[in-house]
Nanobody, 116 residues
Framework: QVQLVESGGGLVQPGGSLRLSCAAS????????MGWYRQVPGKQRELVAS???????GYAASVKGRFTISRDSAKNTMYLQMNSLQPEDTAVYYC??????????WGQGTQVTVSS
């Protein structure tokens, strides 16, 4: 069974930083590229960063240069270091394989709120 547990969100002021963590089951982490997604109410979930099994990364234009994705294969854990956070980064952040499958299940996500 696929398990995805996101953590590390919170309230931060503009310009601040947060580090998100994603604990994933080995069945997904070992076999797929992984990604961080975010969603705000009323909008579609969007991919913000991805990382292949061999460490190649990709970023959405809106976060490039501010966010850094990484993965620890020994721990089946993925991270998202978010710096220079802006109010428009406010969203619920999720992790999953990249790209997702039609049948992919999602974790509960972690809320990131950027506000003064």
């Amino acid at each position: 069974q696929v398990q995805l547990v996101e953590s590390g969100g919170g309230l931060v002021q503009p310009g601040g930083s947060l580090r998100l963590s994603c604990a994933a089951s080995a069945s997904i982490f070992s076999n797929y590229a992984m990604g961080w997604y975010r969603q705000v109410p009323g909008k579609q979930r969007e991919l913000v960063a991805s990382i292949t099994r061999n460490g190649n990364t990709g970023y959405a234009a809106s976060v490039k240069g501010r966010f850094t994705i990484s993965r620890d294969s020994a721990k089946n854990t993925m991270y998202l270091q978010m710096n220079s956070l802006q109010p428009e980064d406010t969203a619920v952040y999720y992790c999953n394989r990249s790209p997702v499958s039609t049948f992919s299940s999602w974790g509960q996500g972690t809320q990131v709120t950027v506000s003064s």
